[in-house]
């Protein structure tokens, strides 16, 4: 084993701060995961439900051997000191561990690059041990690393300049996915021009909220559909009181949410966008980056809500519902709306489809209701680095390593002939068993022509991937059949969350494509602050947002609720991620 040392400030930085690596194979509970960087989902496992969003390949065509360079292998041998988390995948070759990977083996024979596995531990694991390994002064050549360690490695200088092996060796569908979401990865990967990271980021229409309704409910209580957010709240109500007359009596509620009131999925931070509120996240006004949570806007959304629970449009106990009590409620039909991203229809109101047959969905866009932008966001879950004294070569070692992970991606449309079978799953491959790795963006639009295409022609023959043969049946079986269809809920959550025109991914894309939502302005490193006030600060808002809906607060709190985040660490906060937001960006 090689000796890296680290001088002691930095091992005293990285030893005190909670590394959030990646987890390598480890399912994920849904969207909220990508919001920071500690979790992963499986290979392959893009259409499982809860997923985190990891699907698939480039908008080109199938990518011939011939034209990837990148595959060219080293003359002579690039050997790897790499280090892993990992958590046995049921979809992968049973027995198949990291060093047994059979993509392992591939980087060995096509691109002469060998993988010295120093250890691999579970991913609950990893953060410990990987501290501990940093403290003795030995560090891997490569490796994943989360925001705040990222920049504690390129402030102290122990990370290689990637630019020149990206320039030369990044393949077409590593560029697509590293630069397709704008500049925003890039710039956060890089330092006085120089690239210090490669990005592993989800695509920005996958974290676009929408309000998904009953809209079956609502064409029988004959109102129409809402253009503003006080007609929004008047249709939750109608709805929760519409509910109870066709289901048995029922207690129903308008708007279903969990106890997590901060989250996007099933709960309340998009209902909070609806008005211009953007709660925990960063967002420019007058040239100042500020923390959505303590801006006026929140206390318009508040009162919305607490209207809403005054008129029986939130569930008394809305603050305890846990995600079994929400699923549970949305499939017996006592949920009349939810909050949600792309993937919901497929689960869970899929449940409710199966269930309930004649329940049917539909979806509004936050920039619908009063014209009010979403939240769009680049999410950055880790950094693919060479630190300080790998080997030679290891910087065009990574990048080629990278260009793998993609090609081997089972979704890719590149032509895999050349691995020979080693890129299947039940060979013995995995992409979250290897040490570095990145997420494959949906080509969403390339996808969705071609499915119907297909549909309309009712000739499927010319779909690439297994994806695109998959969603195709499913929309065709759906849309043949309808409700007499096979396999129900499935067919018809994936069709109207991939391929409908007007629900699912369709909105998330029309907010992109418009440029009609709010970015968020920081992905940087937690500040010490951060670190030290941030579940505080957040525990105290979502206190305080639930005692001012259930009415044990009101507008003469509001200001001192302000006052209270700033004084605990919020002013202090923001000002540290103004500080680290021009040190980046400049």
Known sequence: MKKKRFGAAMMAAVVSVSLLLPGCGQEASGPEETENPSGSSSADSSEA???????AASDSQAVSVDSAGWLTPFEETVKLDVVVGWDADSG????????????VEAAR??????????????????SEKFALQISSGDIPD??????GDFYEFMDSEYLRDLTDAYNEYASDELRTTVEGFGEAAVK????????????AQLDTAESVAGLYYRSDWLDAIGIGVPTNTQEMNDMLVALAEYGVTVNGGKDTVGLGTTSNVLNTNFALSAYFQCYGAYPNKWIMRDGVLVNGMVQDEMLDALNGLKDLYERGGLAT??????SDQFNERVTTDQVGAAFGTYYIPAWPLNQNKDANPEAEWAELSIASIGSRPAMNQVSINHFNVVTKDAPENAEAALIKLLNMTLAANSNSTFDKTVFGGRDLAGNGASIFYLPVYMYFPTPWNQYRENIWAAYESQDPSGLITDIEQEWYGYMND???K?????????????????LSEDMGIAIGLAARESGEYEPAYYYGPATRTEQRVSSTLSDMAVSFFVEYIMGQKGEADWESFKQSWNEMGGQAWTDEVNEQYKSITQ
């Open 49 to 55: 439900s809860a997923e985190v969003p990891t699907e």
């Open 92 to 103: 992968v070759k049973e027995g198949t561990t990291p060093e047994t990977n059979s993509l």
């Open 109 to 126: 024979d096509l691109l002469n690059i060998e993988l010295n596995f120093l250890w691999m531990v579970p991913n609950d694991q990893f």
């Open 142 to 147: 490569i490796v994943m690393l989360s925001s």
């Open 188 to 199: 956060y990967s890089s330092r006085d021009g120089k690239l210090y990271g490669i990005p």
């Open 317 to 322: 106990d809305f603050a305890t519902w846990n």
């Open 478 to 480: 759906y849309l043949t």
């Open 482 to 498: 309808g409700n007499a269809c096979e396999n129900l809920g499935t067919a018809w959550g994936m069709y109207k969350s991939r």
